[in-house]
């Protein structure tokens, strides 16, 4: 008999419980050579049987997951018959079904994909988007869901935001069962309580105890901070795992957890900016949800024209909830909308794609091409300009008694809190309109919907400032750079006579080191790299097509127009009143109170 796991019946046989369910397990016999043997169970009382593999997950690209599937096969589950299995499309198949019938699908599946928007296995660790391993039966995804492993190496400990259950875990569907950051392998941890609610933190890549101290204090912080915006915490248990590497960084948030990707020579490092971003979406994209995300799909694109409130927002918050912990000075906010406004006037797509279409456009990403600056405008970079800019807005209209925050405690009571989702920016306008107590339509409207210039000066001046112009020298590398999700940073495009195409860069080259220093954080980590170069020549180690390359570039010296934020000589009581507001985290209405301990 040709299996591909030949004792996973014998785990499976004393497990099955009469009560239907999907069940899966996943066996890490495999895992040293980077492949996951997955078998899934199911009902299938029809007489075809249709399972399906996700074409997306965790970043807004098709993927097609299918394509690291090797091998697959069916067989019924009661007796282990095999059973015929057809492909009816590249990630869709189909088994014979019957009344009482339980189908099994077994597949061995390629994990080498690491990062936080990936499925990775070698001989120490496992982290997964489950997502992206699990398929599930088209007809039965609502079902209850149990998951697994077997053939864990010695010594691993498991990392899930799930219930434990019969030796692994459940959940209530396929979609809340793969709504959980996975790591198995060997880690330090750490709980502690806030406010009633557990959290539960988890690092790997051989952090010392002062490191996973510094991030225990570091989220407790945040989450007190977080709690005490949204009126409480939205879970009973919550894990944040983060895994130090020399791969990629980032985060990817799920229902009760995320996971994060760390620099490994990151020994000291907290992370407060990427753990307040993913903590906020509990709220913000996990439970305040716009419309045009439901009902989610596995098979094919969601476009949705709110990506820079889902994404964008949370990044202000991101910067909100450090202030509010007492991890960052309440005069970090200028500096922080100074680069956003820097960034933005770089970016000539500003002046043609709103942060509407950005939103629809995300699915291009994967594409080096759409990452240059004169095709895309970023949602994350729009959006967070944006929560910044309405948060000015209200505090103006009311004389800093509501602000932005107001506007998220409404939506997560309204909408979250009974479980349906938002009417896009139809509902964003409404709430804000309530809360500012003047119509805002117009506004969000020019920010969202329209590619018009930004009037800054419209926005500082409610806090008492203004835009300075100033000329600065610069480095001019050549080259436009692009954050492509679960690549890193690529080059976009290289200028002809540059220093980017004297030093052999191409297309689609994936940037890992500048002078010797890896790229940690994305684009904007490049950029400030480069400007270290002026005048001189350094090593770049880049990826092309798989294979190590080291280059040498010399960066090149020009002049460009920068604007910085200064404070107006003469501020007016609403000013002071906006200002002191908005770089405190507070409002008449209601005290914003600091976290930090």
């Known amino acids: 008999m040709n299996r591909l796991a030949l004792g996973l019946s014998i785990v499976l046989a004393g497990i099955i419980p009469a009560a239907a369910q999907t069940r899966y397990t996943i066996d890490l016999a495999h895992g040293a050579a980077g492949w996951l043997d997955v078998t899934a169970e199911a009902d299938c009382p029809a007489p075809s049987c249709e399972w399906r593999m996700p074409v997306w997950s965790a970043t807004y690209q098709v993927r097609d997951f299918a394509q690291h ?15 015929a299995i057809r492909r009816l499309g590249p990630s869709r198949w189909e088994a014979p079904g019957a009344p009482g019938r339980r189908v099994a699908v077994r597949y061995r599946i390629r994990a080498d994909r690491p990062g936080p928007f990936g499925a990775y296995v070698d001989g120490e660790q496992l982290t997964l988007n489950l997502s992206q391993v699990l398929l599930y039966p088209a007809a039965e995804r609502n079902r209850p869901a149990w998951l697994g492993f077997a053939h864990k190496p010695e010594g691993f400990g498991e990392a899930l935001a799930l219930e434990p259950a019969d030796g692994g875990y459940r959940a209530e569907s396929y979609d809340r069962l793969v709504d959980t950051p996975v790591l198995l392998g060997r880690f330090e941890e750490t709980s502690f309580e806030v406010d009633g609610a557990t959290l539960r ?10 490191v996973i101290s510094e991030l225990q204090a570091t989220l407790r912080r945040l989450a007190k901070a977080a709690g005490q915006l949204m009126d409480g915490l939205p879970f009973e248990r919550y894990t944040m795992i983060y895994v130090f590497s020399d791969e990629d960084g980032g985060g990817m948030e799920f229902r009760n957890g995320s996971i994060i990707f760390g620099p490994a020579d990151c020994r000291q490092c907290a992370l407060p900016g990427l753990t307040a971003h993913e903590l906020f979406h509990l709220w913000n994209v996990k439970r305040i949800r716009p419309a045009s995300m439901e009902p989610v799909r596995f098979d094919e694109p969601i476009p949705t024209p709110s990506l820079w409130f889902a994404e964008g927002v949370t990044s202000t ?6 202030i509010s912990a007492g991890l960052a000075g309440p005069n970090s906010l200028p500096g922080r909308i100074e680069r956003l406004i820097n960034e933005y006037e770089s970016r000539p797509a500003t002046r043609t794609q709103s942060a509407e279409q950005a939103g629809i456009e995300a699915w291009f990403e994967r594409y080096p091409e759409y990452g240059r600056a004169d095709r895309s405008a970023s949602y994350y970079l729009q959006g967070e300009i944006i929560g910044h800019l309405l948060d000015l807005e209200i505090r103006h209209a009311t004389a800093n008694h509501a602000s932005l925050d107001d506007v998220m405690r409404r939506l997560n009571r309204d909408y979250a809190e009974h479980g349906r989702p938002f009417e896009d920016l139809e ?39 203004r835009l300075a112009e100033e000329e600065t020298v610069r480095a001019d590398a050549g080259m436009t750079l692009s954050n492509a999700a679960g690549q890193g940073v690529v080059v976009a495009e290289v200028a002809v ?32 790299r480069f400007e270290k170069l002026i005048g001189r020549r350094a090593e770049l180690l880049i990826d092309r097509s798989g294979r190590l390359r080291t280059l040498e570039i010399a960066a090149a010296a020009h002049t460009e127009r920068r604007w910085r934020i200064v404070s107006l000589e003469r501020l007016t009581d609403l000013q002071r009143a906006v200002r002191s507001g908005w770089l405190n985290r507070r409002t008449a209405g209601r005290g914003g109170g600091s976290a930090s301990e």
């Open 317 to 322: 918050y991101a910067e909100y909830l450090q």
């Open 497 to 528: 006579g540059g220093p980017a195409e004297d030093a052999g860069l191409r297309r689609g080259d994936r940037l890992l080191r500048v002078d010797g220093h890896r790229i940690t954080g994305g684009s904007y980590d490049a950029i400030d």
């Open 201 to 210: 933190v988890v690092a790997a890549g051989a952090p010392t105890r002062s």
């Open 427 to 465: 509902a964003i306008e409404r709430v804000a309109t309530e809360v500012a107590s003047t119509d805002m339509a117009p506004t969000l409207e020019s920010l969202v919907r329209s590619a018009d210039p930004v009037p800054w000066e419209r926005y500082l001046g409610y806090a008492g400032y």
């Open 69 to 83: 599937i090797h091998r697959i096969e069916a067989f019924d589950a009661a007796d282990q018959g095999p059973l």
